[in-house]
């Protein structure tokens, strides 16, 4: 199982992105997809900052969560206590919360440069 950060959603979904064809392709490798519920979140609200209606936005968001690959996780604190620890930065805490994530699968798929950095260096196998 791979833990899926929210770039990798937005460009498999938008058409016109420089990485729409691989995220796709990842997506379509991986047996199951680990998403965080932050990540839905994130989703959602980059959708509606772009100016994307709600009926589409809930389109993109539902096909994950109704996605036989997806395993939507929640989090009882235990995400949210190691990205306290990990956060240096606060303008990262959400990023900080996927890794931690990832930190339970050892395998995040993002397009985040520094993220990942920083889950290579807690020995989590990074795609692409």
Not at 32 to 43: D, G, K, Q
Not at 71 to 97: H, S
């Given at each position: 199982?791979?833990?899926?950060?929210?770039?990798?959603?937005?460009?498999?979904?938008?058409?016109?992105?420089?990485?729409?064809?691989?995220?796709?392709?990842?997506?379509?490798?991986?047996?199951?997809?680990?998403v965080p519920?932050?990540?839905?979140?994130?989703?959602?609200?980059?959708?509606?900052?772009?100016?994307?209606?709600g009926e589409?936005?809930?389109?993109?968001?539902?096909?994950?969560?109704?996605?036989?690959?997806?395993?939507?996780?929640?989090?009882?604190?235990?995400?949210?206590?190691?990205?306290?620890?990990?956060?240096?930065?606060?303008?990262?805490?959400?990023?900080?919360?996927?890794?931690?994530?990832?930190?339970?699968?050892?395998?995040?798929?993002?397009?985040?440069?520094?993220?990942?950095?920083?889950?290579?260096?807690?020995?989590?196998?990074?795609?692409?």
């Amino acid at each position: 199982m791979t833990v899926i950060d929210t770039n990798l959603f937005i460009y498999a979904t938008l058409r016109d992105s420089e990485f729409n064809s691989e995220a796709r392709n990842i997506l379509a490798s991986l047996e199951r997809w680990v998403v965080p519920s932050i990540v839905l979140y994130e989703l959602y609200w980059f959708f509606r900052e772009k100016g994307y209606r709600g009926e589409d936005i809930m389109k993109v968001v539902s096909s994950i969560l109704n996605s036989p690959r997806a395993k939507v996780i929640g989090d009882d604190g235990k995400y949210t206590k190691r990205a306290l620890e990990l956060a240096k930065n606060p303008k990262r805490f959400n990023d900080m919360v996927i890794l931690a994530t990832a930190e339970d699968f050892k395998r995040l798929a993002t397009y985040d440069k520094r993220l990942k950095k920083d889950a290579e260096k807690l020995g989590i196998k990074t795609l692409p």
